[in-house]
């Protein structure tokens, strides 16, 4: 379930942003290599903020382990959300933007 929330959540952000940039981009300055350009790059910051924390409870439910009690931290997506809230605050859910913009934004360019 996480991989499929964040894999939808980085898709479909992509594909409306990258759309509605680019049909504004074209309308006031042709279409050309620098509008398509500029339309990717702003995909990217959207599916950067959309997907990423998607992204960060997918990593960390993957990368969870049992503890003493041989029971998992979260038991499913909306737990680790709720956690991970009370425990970093909701900027929280953006850790690492910067570098997830840099790893996520050539998808929407090329």
């Known amino acids: 379930a996480p991989t499929v929330a964040r894999a939808m959540s980085l898709n479909c952000s992509m594909l409306v942003s990258y759309d509605l940039t680019k049909r504004s981009l074209v309308e006031k ?43 998992f931290m979260y038991k499913n997506l909306r737990e680790c959300f709720s956690k991970t809230i009370a425990r970093e605050g909701v900027t929280g859910l953006w850790t690492g933007l910067p570098t997830f913009y840099m790893r996520v934004a050539p998808h929407a360019m090329f």
């Open 29 to 71: 300055f042709g279409e050309n290599k620098a509008t398509m350009f500029a339309a990717s790059c702003v995909s990217g910051v959207f599916v950067s903020v959309c997907s990423l924390p998607t992204d960060n409870m997918k990593t960390k439910m993957q990368k969870q382990t049992r503890g003493k009690d041989g029971k």
